[in-house]
């Protein structure tokens, strides 16, 4: 490779970044081989080299099951958790035509939130839309859920954790609340799967999606749960593929290395929750101690285990990440610089998070294969980075 062109060797990264893309389990590259390099075959095809592939992919489809506590003929599996959020919620309201309200949260993913601010271009008819809103620490009131849903409500759409801040919310309930209405609740599930325990059996969820890459799984494959009785419509149309649910060929490779990652998930939530919560906590209450004017963002019981969100006023995240990545720290800023000026995440705005904190927004998302030498490692880079960037910030100096 030429000097432009050298990677950040994996050995290298302090990867704590795992809320937008996880490593691939060694477990999971081994399972998907013998379907990438062998056993190349369709499933749909007559012959029994492709034929059997069949067994194949119902064996992973029991296994994503079994994580969620659904039934396997309940699983679909697609290309990804953005496919899985808009095959639901565009499934709900071509079965329900004469609705035309959705119910969600200001602080859904781009995935869910993109998708409901352009149905009516999308769909070619006018919907009414409630984003609900959150409270300071990224709540949500469910009184005011409760007040919105209605006779017109064709969907509600509301994410089990948040991406950004980790906050989870009380799906179990708002799900009885939909469904005691009539209403069909979707759920975008890609941060919650494989971290916190899912039982799908107990909970009145119609759709549910989760997503490969999240939970170490691959790319390029996701999942919509899909509850036996519910009405549903395919987003892609064509072959008859997962029982006409969803046309295209089956990525086998995919399917297969999913399946492992959501039996690896079952294995290792103990662990998610003791051993990453730990270190989480520790990364946390240390970043909190030795900078000045840092702060969570975040409701700090009802969160994931793995993801910190902490704010250091005065200075830009996009700053912080750069001077982070000068020690190879992966990690995201809740500030993006969009068509040249820096806009905080919608998530934080919805939480009413101050302007000089929102900017300064980084997230940490852990995983089960950080140790504690990395969490020391970025307590010790992390103090000076601040200091010395606020150094240079014109908010900092008119400030302190
Ligand atoms: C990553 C993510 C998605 C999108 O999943 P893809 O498989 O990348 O399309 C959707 N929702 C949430 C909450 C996510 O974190």
Same mark, same amino acid.
């Given at each position: 490779?030429?000097?432009?062109?050298?990677?950040?060797?994996?050995?290298?990264?302090?990867?704590?970044?795992?809320?937008?893309t996880?490593?691939?389990?060694?477990?999971v590259?081994?399972?998907?081989m013998?379907?990438?390099?062998?056993?190349?075959?369709?499933?749909?095809?007559?012959?029994?080299?492709?034929?059997?592939?069949?067994?194949?992919?119902?064996?992973?489809?029991?296994?994503?099951?079994?994580?969620?506590?659904a039934?396997?003929?309940?699983? $679909?599996?697609?290309?990804?958790g953005?496919?899985?959020?808009?095959?639901?919620?565009?499934?709900a309201?071509?079965?329900?035509?004469?609705?035309?309200?959705i119910?969600?949260?200001?602080?859904?993913?781009?995935?869910?939130?993109?998708?409901?601010?352009?149905?009516?271009?999308?769909?070619?008819?006018?919907h009414?839309?409630?984003?609900?809103?959150?409270?300071?620490?990224?709540?949500?009131?469910?009184?005011?859920?409760?007040?919105?849903l209605?006779?017109?409500?064709?969907?509600?759409? $509301?994410?089990?954790?948040?991406?950004?801040?980790?906050?989870?919310?009380?799906?179990?309930?708002?799900?009885?609340?939909?469904?005691?209405?009539?209403?069909?609740?979707h759920?975008?599930? $890609?941060?919650?799967?494989?971290?916190?325990?899912?039982?799908?059996?107990?909970?009145?969820?119609?759709?549910?999606?989760l997503?490969?890459? =999240?939970?170490?799984?691959?790319?390029?494959?996701?999942?919509?749960?899909?509850?036996?009785?519910?009405?549903?419509?395919?987003?892609l149309?064509?072959?008859?593929?997962?029982?006409?649910?969803?046309?295209g060929?089956?990525?086998?490779?995919?399917?297969?290395?999913?399946?492992?990652?959501?039996?690896?998930?079952?294995? =290792?939530?103990?662990?998610?929750?003791?051993?990453?919560?730990?270190?989480?906590?520790?990364?946390?209450?240390?970043?909190?101690?030795?900078?000045?004017?840092?702060?969570?963002?975040?409701?700090?019981?009802?969160?994931?285990?793995?993801?910190?969100?902490?704010?250091?006023?005065?200075?830009?995240?996009?700053?912080?990440?750069?001077h982070?990545?000068?020690?190879?720290i992966?990690?995201?800023?809740?500030?993006?610089?969009?068509?040249?000026?820096?806009?905080?995440?919608?998530?934080?705005?919805?939480?009413?998070?101050?302007?000089?904190?929102?900017?300064?927004?980084?997230?940490?998302?852990l995983s089960?294969?950080?140790?504690?030498?990395?969490?020391?490692?970025?307590?010790?880079?992390?103090?000076?980075?601040?200091a010395?960037?606020?150094?240079?910030?014109?908010?900092w =100096?008119?400030?302190?």
């Open positions: 490779m030429t000097e432009t062109h050298r990677m950040i060797s994996p050995e290298d990264a302090v990867y704590m970044d795992n809320n937008a996880t490593r691939l389990a060694p477990e590259l081994a399972a998907m013998p379907y990438l390099q062998d056993y190349y075959g369709n499933p749909s095809s007559m012959h029994r080299f492709g034929g059997q592939l069949g067994r194949v992919m119902a064996e992973a489809r029991q296994k994503v099951a079994t994580l969620l506590g039934a396997s003929e309940e699983i $679909v599996f697609t290309s990804c953005t496919e899985s959020d808009s095959t639901a919620i565009l499934s309201l071509q079965s329900f035509p004469e609705k035309r309200h119910v969600t949260t200001r602080v859904e993913h781009p995935a869910v939130k993109n998708l409901c601010e352009n149905l009516d271009s999308l769909t070619g008819h006018k009414r839309l409630t984003r609900l809103p959150v409270a300071a620490d990224g709540t949500l009131d469910l009184q005011k859920y409760e007040e919105s209605s006779d017109d409500t064709a969907i509600v759409s $509301v994410m089990w954790a948040n991406n950004e801040t980790g906050v989870i919310f009380p799906i179990a309930e708002m799900a009885r609340m939909a469904r005691e209405r009539g209403i069909l609740f759920t975008d599930a $890609v941060q919650a799967v494989g971290k916190i325990p899912i039982n799908l059996q107990d909970i009145a969820i119609d759709f549910l999606s997503s490969g890459h =999240k939970l170490h799984g691959p790319k390029g494959i996701g999942v919509l749960f899909v509850r036996r009785g519910t009405p549903f419509v395919p987003y149309v064509g072959g008859h593929q997962e029982k006409g649910r969803r046309g060929t089956e990525n086998v490779a995919a399917i297969v290395g999913l399946g492992r990652a959501c039996e690896l998930a079952a294995e =290792k939530m103990a662990e998610e929750n003791t051993r990453v919560k730990a270190l989480r906590d520790r990364l946390e209450e240390g970043l909190l101690a030795s900078i000045p004017h840092s702060m969570l963002n975040g409701h700090k019981q009802d969160r994931l285990p793995n993801t910190t969100n902490v704010s250091f006023e005065f200075v830009e995240g996009e700053a912080i990440l750069l982070m990545d000068q020690y190879n992966c990690a995201s800023s809740g500030s993006a610089c969009t068509s040249g000026s820096l806009e905080p995440s919608h998530v934080l705005r919805a939480m009413g998070v101050p302007f000089t904190a929102a900017h300064g927004s980084i997230r940490y998302s089960i294969y950080n140790t504690e030498a990395e969490i020391d490692f970025v307590l010790e880079k992390m103090p000076p980075i601040i010395g960037l606020r150094e240079m910030s014109p908010f =100096k008119a400030d302190a």
